[in-house]
Each structure stands twice: as C-alpha cells, then as structure tokens.
C-alpha cells in the first residue's frame, strides 16, 4: 500500500522515469511517485497538490519558475515538504536541517532508502509524540489460545482507530513462533536488529503485510535466528519500534521455545499468558513462575503477566474490550496479584 506521496524532478527524463517506474511498481515501497520534467510543470502540480518529498536535480533547485521565484524559495513556504537534493558531486551533502542531498548516481534502492529515513523521521514527529505500547503473548501451555488472542488484539485495536496510515495508533503484528511462513520478511528485521538500523518503523514498514490498521510480519521458517536473540536484542528491537511513535502498538506472538532467555519478556510493558484451567495446565504455570524466582526477575515480571482464559475471552463479542478495559483500570489480576493472595492464604 502506498502512503507516501514523492515528487521528482530531473533534467534527465529518462532517469526521472525510471526512478518512478522502480518505486511504483514494487508494492514493498510505501511510496507513490510522480515525475516532472521541469520546475514549471512541478510548480503548476503543486499550486493544487499535496506531496510529501521532492526529489530534485541540483541544477533546477535554485533555478528562477514561471512567477520569478524558485523551488528553492518555495520550500521556504511549504514547511511541510521535505526536499531530497540531488547531486553530481558524489557525495552525500546536507545542504539544511530540512534538505538533504545524495548522489544522483547512487542506486535506485539507495535513494529510496534516504526517502524512507527522511519521511520515517518526519512521520513520527508529526504523530502523536507517544510510545506504543509493546504486549508480548507468551505461554508456557501449548494450544492455549496464544495466536487467537494476538490477532484478536491486533484487530480490537485496528478498530479503535481511523484506517489511514497515518493515524497514530496503527498496529504491528511480530511473529515470533517456531515454525512459521516460508517468506524471509521476519529474518530481515532480525537483519536490521543486528545492524541497529535506524528507522526501523520505516524499514519494517516496507516489509509488512498489510492489513486494516494491522501491519503483519508473520514468524519466520524456522526460529533458529530468534534463539540467537539475547534480552539486549529484545530490548532493543521492541523499544526502537515504540520510541519512533509509528505504530501505536505492537504485538508480539512468542512461542515457547523461541526465546533462549526468559529475560527477553522483560522489554514488553504487557505479557499476556494464555492458560487453560485444567490441573495439568496449572501446574506448568507454577513451573513457569518458579522458573523466573530462580532467574532473580519474578517481582518485575510478575507484574507485568497477566493470565489469561482465552476461550472465556474469546467466546464473548466484547471480550477483548472487557478485557482491555480490566487491564488499564487496573483491575485484572497479574501473577504478582495472584502471588500475593496464595502468600497471604497461606499465613491464615
């Protein structure tokens, strides 16, 4: 899909084409791009259009447009556009705060990816200037619920906001299960993880499947990779994607054995851990618990663990809001809770 909307502009019509026809026609790239040969032409575009970046030669940036003044100069009054200068020196040269020049002859791949930063930085300045909230759904009981309930999430809080792309509030799915899709999209965020890549939203942004208010990055082949992940890792790739303020919350579907440090859960600020009721069951939530008092993390985990009964959840139309709203009141019981009574129990 695409959200952002680019104006280039280049003395050399076969290259302003051919950059156009390169990001229109990969849907991976979420820009639509429109190309102009002269500064007449995009002058007279942008007296009546809205754009988000202007690509443009050098040599037509400074040069006089029909009414004496020059894009230059307009930028000046259009605050809202960024401008992508291009350059024949070869290097990258920052011309201002705002503008931001690259080699012409850089590849296309590199040019889009210096529209992504530009745009990515100034979409999440001009959003709601807020975090998004990081819940990983993690359990230590298999066929709990733990997918169904992500998913329902995700679409619970898709539907809280407008659909536009740009509507702070949008949703991310991270597939972090076993055994997942065939697609790499998942190894190339764990690629950008490793190399602390900057925009990450962005970059992400350009991998996703889309759907209504929900951006999906399903789990990889195999989870090999994620088990290479220590809680640094975590810590940052979950809070890197919520400090940038793109996407409103994001979702993390983990399965048991994806991670090899329990102290990856720590860099969400909601777990939810799907339980069934049965004897069995709880008995490995105990299991679960007495694993974490060993690691020193029990007190600031448990707080942040939530036991969830997804089929009872799931099995009302308003549960998740029932169950959302319980949460943020402060009223659902977290496993600390749950500790504290059983402690309390016991002294009587």
């Not at 509507?167 to 055994?179: I, K």
């Amino acid at each position: 899909m695409k959200c952002y909307k680019v104006a280039i502009c280049d003395t050399e019509p076969t290259f302003a084409i051919a950059l156009m026809n390169y990001i229109n026609r990969n849907a991976g790239i979420p820009i639509l791009a429109m190309a102009f040969t002269g500064v007449g032409q995009l002058q007279e575009y942008l007296v009546q259009h809205e754009t988000d970046m202007i690509v443009i030669d050098e040599t037509l940036f400074s040069q006089e447009t029909v009414g004496g003044s020059s894009i230059r100069q307009w930028s000046e009054k259009l605050t809202s556009i960024s401008m992508l200068i291009l350059v024949k020196t070869g290097e990258q040269l920052p011309l201002t705060e705002d503008i931001t020049g690259i080699s012409k002859y850089s590849p296309a791949s590199v040019l889009v990816k210096k529209m992504l930063e530009i745009l990515g930085r100034e979409r999440a300045f001009i959003g709601n200037g807020q975090e998004g909230l990081a819940v990983g759904i993690y359990s230590p009981i298999g066929r709990s619920g733990k997918s169904r309930l992500a998913h329902a999430l995700c679409r619970f809080w898709a539907g809280q906001h407008e659909s536009d792309m740009f509507t702070p509030g949008r949703s991310l799915y991270l597939g972090m299960e076993e055994y997942g899709s065939k697609g790499v999209a998942m190894e190339t965020v764990l690629y950008y993880l490793k190399q602390r890549s900057e925009n990450l939203s962005m970059q992400i942004k350009a991998l996703a499947q889309g759907q209504t208010g929900v951006d999906m990055i399903p789990s990889a082949g195999s989870y090999q990779e994620l088990r290479e992940l220590d809680a640094g890792d975590m810590e940052w790739l979950i809070r890197t994607i919520c400090r940038e303020g793109y996407y409103g919350h994001v979702i993390a579907d983990i399965g048991t054995g994806s991670l090899a440090d329990l102290r990856s859960l720590l860099a969400f600020d909601v777990i939810y851990l799907p339980c069934l009721q049965d004897r069995e069951a709880l008995l490995r939530l105990e299991r679960f618990c007495d694993c974490m008092r060993r690691m020193d993390m029990w007190e600031e985990l448990a707080q942040k663990c939530y036991p969830v009964d997804v089929e009872a959840v799931l099995s009302r139309e308003s549960g998740i809001r029932e169950l959302e709203t319980a949460r943020e009141a402060g009223s659902l019981q977290t496993l600390w809770d749950r500790f504290q009574e059983q402690e309390k129990g016991e002294k009587q």
